[in-house]
């Protein structure tokens, strides 16, 4: 099958041919991709941003059909469609009997050593143990969220990751109230669904912040009432909130800078979200005094503190009833060879969200 490798950081991705999928063992599926989004992460793991054993099939938020299903799995049948399920959670550590699935590193670590391609005789590695830049993939059964079939695959990939990071930070990690104000920093794909999330969240005042004027037009659209670029936020925080702050500022860049950003944006008492995957080499500097008087909280919101299996389906529905525009979304279809040409935008910052269909007549 086909597959966009990367070889080494930084490296164009090498369109291959001669790539395999190893699988499905007990416990696992094979999935057809039909749609995968370009995510950040993918171009973060490609610069080195985050930690990716090479070389590797990138790609993580992605939908399909199930081909094959390996002993064990008994609750998904060839062709049932599903979302991908990147941050698996086993059910059995100690983070999953606290409730905190998103935390669960077990399927985590296997995809870091454990390879789930072949190329000749070259073992290649899946992003997040997945590996979406192809046309097939092999996940844990929990990897994979079965869907209703007139869910379009483009709709059903951004649910993936970008909308679920997005809103999940908004409902399940911050559980934003009506009425609240929040400021959310960054306006890409994750930035827009946390726009959306706090809108179906009844946040009354909703300020979206970026250093591209485009985008700031873009997070209207989607539900922000204020849309300023940083220059402009600490005059925006004295106009619409009498200079007090917002209840929650949200992250979604994860620089010191941005975090700094949302921290000032941010009343006494208030709450910021790291959305963000941010860098391990960056540092953020706070002083005792200031953590302890300002009486804030800065708390993470990995995967927006998912549990796929029911929040899936309940962004599905959120997408049906017409609360949150998913198909608006969707900028562009691209083509496998475009990927670098994607990746290579969302480093400038100017995509918001693009999807891959590797086989556009199927």
């Known amino acids: 099958m086909r597959a966009a490798v990367l070889h080494d950081l930084g490296e164009k991705l090498d369109i ?11 416990g696992e599926i094979r999935i057809r991709v039909r749609a995968a989004g370009v995510c950040h992460s993918d171009q973060s793991a490609r610069d080195g941003g985050l930690p990716q054993p090479m070389p590797a099939v990138l790609g993580h938020e992605a939908a399909g059909d199930v081909l094959e299903v390996g002993d064990g799995v008994d609750d998904l049948a060839a062709g049932d469609r ?31 050593a454990m390879p789930r391609f072949l190329a000749g005789d070259l073992p290649i590695f899946g992003m997040a143990g997945c590996g979406a830049f192809a046309e097939e993939m092999v996940v844990p059964r929990i990897g994979a969220v079965p869907i209703d079939a007139d869910v379009p695959y483009e709709v059903a990939a951004l649910v993936g990751c970008g909308v679920m990071t997005g809103v999940g930070a908004v409902v399940n990690t911050a559980r934003v109230r009506p009425g609240d104000r929040v400021v959310i920093i960054g306006c890409g794909g994750v930035g827009i669904s946390a726009i959306q999330g706090a809108r179906v969240a009844g946040a009354a005042l909703i300020a979206a912040v970026d250093t591209v004027p485009a985008k700031l037009d873009v997070a209207r659209r989607f539900g922000a009432t204020h849309a300023v670029t940083p220059d402009r936020l600490s005059e925006l925080v004295t106009e619409v909130t009498g200079g007090e702050g917002f ?19 941010a009343r006494r008492g208030g709450t910021v979200v790291v959305v963000g995957a941010g860098r391990a080499e960056h540092q953020v500097e706070f002083n005792p005094f200031e953590l302890l008087f300002e009486g804030k909280r ?5 995967y927006g503190s998912a549990h796929p299996p029911r929040d899936f389906p309940k962004l599905i529905a959120l997408w049906r009833a017409g609360r949150l525009d998913l198909t608006g979304m969707i900028s562009h279809r691209l083509r496998l060879e475009q990927v670098d040409e994607a990746l290579g935008a969302l480093g400038r910052g100017d995509v918001i969200r693009q999807v891959i269909v590797p086989d556009l007549d199927a």
């Open 16 to 26: 291959r041919d001669d790539v395999t999928v190893l699988g499905p063992g007990p």
């Open 298 to 302: 800065i708390i993470p919101s990995l």
């Open 247 to 265: 209840d929650y500022a949200f992250d979604v860049v994860a620089l010191p800078k941005t975090l700094r950003t949302a921290w000032t944006a």
């Open 82 to 112: 599903v979302i991908v399920n990147w941050l698996p959670s086993c059910g059995d550590c100690a983070e999953c009997r606290r409730g905190e699935p998103f935390l669960c590193m077990t399927h985590v670590l296997t995809g870091y």
